[in-house]
């Protein structure tokens, strides 16, 4: 009974830190507004080793569609200009000698469409990882079944694991709509 309760914590605590995962995952795709977090996954070559911009500069918001990056040694600017030319993030970067400026534009209809199919996948993804910690967990306690654990127990351990499932997965269906809304509102 032991290991029963064991297994089932640890897929708790597996479905929480896969919802923690696509929340993150979702604040990287910008809504119209600047947000530093838009830049967490853009990694520049720092003395021949990637590292996060944040941590080769300070990333700031003046007004609410431009970010401006100051790096901690000037000749980091243009690295950092050319990391965001070669990124998926669709900005084109000013350097004015000491900061780069991303001027955030405001988003198209089409543009909004394109950033809630990416919510969308990331959303998928999110589930899947649920439901992989689901099929693991169970067969996990199948196997205790065959050690000789009590069928029924092993039962009603399988009944939460797809009550902590579906909990888990309204979670993630949660974000998708508050991110959805944010996208979609101009």
Known sequence: MEEIQLYLDDAKESMEKAVKHTGQELTKIRAGKAM??????????????PTPVNQVASVTTPDARTLAIR???KKMITDIEKAIRNSDLGLSPQNDGE?????IPPLTEERRRELVKRVKN????GKVSIRNIRK??????RKLLKEGASEDDV????????????????KVDTLFTAKETEIMTV
């Open 122 to 125: 990331e959303i998928e993804a």
């Open 99 to 103: 900061t780069v400026r991303l001027n």
């Open 71 to 73: 790096p901690f040694e």
């Open 36 to 49: 530093p977090n838009m830049l967490d996954g853009l990694m520049i070559e720092y003395y021949g080793t």
């Open 155 to 170: 039962k009603r351990a399988e009944e939460k694991v797809q009550q902590l499932t579906d909990q888990f997965i309204g």
């Open 136 to 141: 693991d967990t169970n067969e996990g306690l």
